[in-house]
């Protein structure tokens, strides 16, 4: 099978196990690795693999277009407003890892198929790929709740430079997703960095303001959202609920990352990697196909 080429723009920790995915990938292969330093431990790696590497970030990709389909943009919120414009006239379709809100927000679980037909996708924040969905599998159930609470822990480890740059869009960007994809009138998002030791995995939790919750219609609704995310992020799994008291919802989650480039406890990089990975490959099958 002929593989799509793309490219991956930020050299950190999310772009480097993007590219150890991608490469054992059926249906993709890297065209250009670029970063701004030519010295980074991922480019580096990528230099090691036989995968073509450039310090001039995005500019590459301008003087070389044909390097690659779809480009990965791993860098920050306010690079990716940059980059946008350029990848729109480039007409690359755009996976955005950034919680810049630039493009259609996207969750492959909720809403994949729109997503294919959009040149800018965005994926929010790995806080929201955790638990926006279960919040939309509850208000299925209750679109009547008014208010939607979550909360996601990741060890301190796990938060590069990236991750810390990126902590006021972090919850500006998940809330906002929250509402878009559930209609809940009200909602927040917490982020906790964990500097515990040895460190701890991905924890997301999801309180829901709920008047006399039908758990059994939830469990249904929210185990059969977990299986979908399953199949694309190996070590999603609920671990608790939904349970309710005192009119509140509670449902909580873990995700154990797969120990491609980051450790095993990173599973809050691992989710979005693993779900840009997803949305590449299956636009790229409808390319070929």
Do not use: W
Request: hydrophobic share 40%.
């Amino acid at each position: 099978m002929k593989k799509v080429k793309v490219g991956i723009i930020g050299t950190g920790n999310i772009g480097t196990d993007l590219l150890v995915k991608i490469q054992r990938s059926e249906i993709l292969e890297c065209g250009i690795f670029a970063g701004r330093s030519k010295d980074s431990n991922g480019i580096r790696k990528a230099e090691q693999m036989g995968v073509k590497t450039s310090s001039e970030s995005i500019k590459y990709i301008q003087d070389n277009p044909d390097c690659c389909e779809i480009v990965f943009d791993a860098t920050s919120a306010k690079i990716h407003l940059y980059n946008a414009p350029i990848l729109k006239s480039l007409k690359k379709y755009a996976i955005d890892l950034t919680p810049s809100q630039v493009g259609k927000m996207c969750v492959p679980a909720i809403n994949m198929a729109e997503c294919l037909n959009s040149d800018n996708i965005n994926l929010i924040t790995c806080g929201g790929q955790a638990t926006i969905p279960i919040a939309y599998a509850i208000m299925k159930v209750h679109p009547e709740i008014e208010y939607i609470e979550i909360a996601a822990s990741i060890s301190s480890k796990s938060a590069g430079p990236g991750t810390r740059a990126n902590i006021d869009e972090f919850t500006q960007t998940t809330r906002d997703a929250i509402t878009e994809f559930t209609g809940v009138k009200s909602a927040k998002a917490i982020i906790v960095l964990n500097p515990a030791e040895p460190p701890v995995l991905m924890h997301n939790t999801i309180y829901a303001k709920i008047e006399n919750p039908n758990i059994e219609k939830l469990h249904i609704e929210i185990t059969a959202m977990a299986k979908k995310i399953q199949k694309y992020v190996p070590g999603f799994k609920i671990t608790l609920g939904p349970v309710a008291e005192n009119n509140r919802v509670t449902t909580m989650v873990e995700v154990v990352g797969l120990g491609d480039f980051l450790p095993k406890y990173s599973g809050n990089l691992d989710i979005i990697t693993c779900a840009a990975v997803n949305m590449a490959e299956e636009y790229a099958k409808k390319k070929i196909l």
